[in-house]
């Protein structure tokens, strides 16, 4: 397992390597927190959860509105991925969408009651629950895919010892492209996304392998919480 340090460093040697000499390490520091972004956000690679409490009488739930919800406010939050009610000890159903609820009940919006579905919005920061609490005297916890930390040199980043090159390979291009060197960074890209030197995919490789374990795991580790 590398620090960001080793893979600043690796960095640097692949631009060297490519005889592009003209760098500075913020170039290499802003393009290495893009790619450790960019690689947690696609994968969806590190879920957390948080417990938080039910409030009165809402049925949106924006996560990421700290002005006007600071109670539920979560700062790394990206998108929900399940939900345990700590009231009924069961999770919530995710089987319905918004419009499910239109058509089962017109009046969702008013309906009282114990938390039962929850469903995402247009803005993926936002979720809907029914039916609500006219009092949140409860909590439950939010399962929810989280955005990339900032970058601390000597951390390790939070993606398996064995995609951690990814990161290399995300910055160096993007580097490369920045500096207008498109050949070169097109090669690094496609080690990224998966292609090989005919122009064919392979998803067991590159970012979309990540991916896949990360989905596999997650949906693994909530049966055994279930």
Not at 37 to 58: H, W
Not at 100 to 105: E, T
């Amino acid at each position: 397992m590398s620090n960001f340090t080793t893979i600043k460093s690796n960095i640097s040697i692949h631009l060297n390597d490519a005889n592009l000499i003209n760098f500075v390490s913020g170039d290499i520091d802003d393009a290495t927190q893009d790619a450790y972004d960019e690689i947690v956000a696609l994968s969806q690679c590190i879920i957390k959860k948080v417990t938080l409490n039910f409030q009165n009488n809402l049925n949106y739930y924006n996560f990421q509105d700290n002005s006007n919800y600071s109670s539920i406010y979560v700062s790394d939050f990206m998108a929900t991925t399940a939900i345990f009610s700590n009231l009924t000890k069961l999770w919530l159903l995710d089987d319905k969408v918004l419009k499910d609820f239109d058509r089962d009940r017109v009046d969702w919006e008013n309906w009282i009651g114990s938390c039962t579905w929850w469903a995402p919005c247009n803005d993926a920061k936002k979720i809907a629950m029914i039916p609500k609490p006219l009092i949140g005297s409860s909590t439950f916890d939010l399962y929810y895919w989280a955005q990339a930390p900032t970058i601390v040199n000597a951390n390790s980043p939070l993606v398996p010892p064995d995609f951690e090159n990814l990161i290399e390979i995300y910055a160096t291009a993007s580097l490369l492209e920045s500096y207008e060197e498109f050949t070169k960074a097109q090669l690094y890209f496609n080690e990224f996304w998966g292609v090989d030197n005919e122009g064919n995919q392979n998803f067991d490789k590159g970012i979309f392998a990540l991916a896949q374990r990360s989905k596999n795991i997650s949906q693994s580790d909530l049966l055994v919480l279930a």
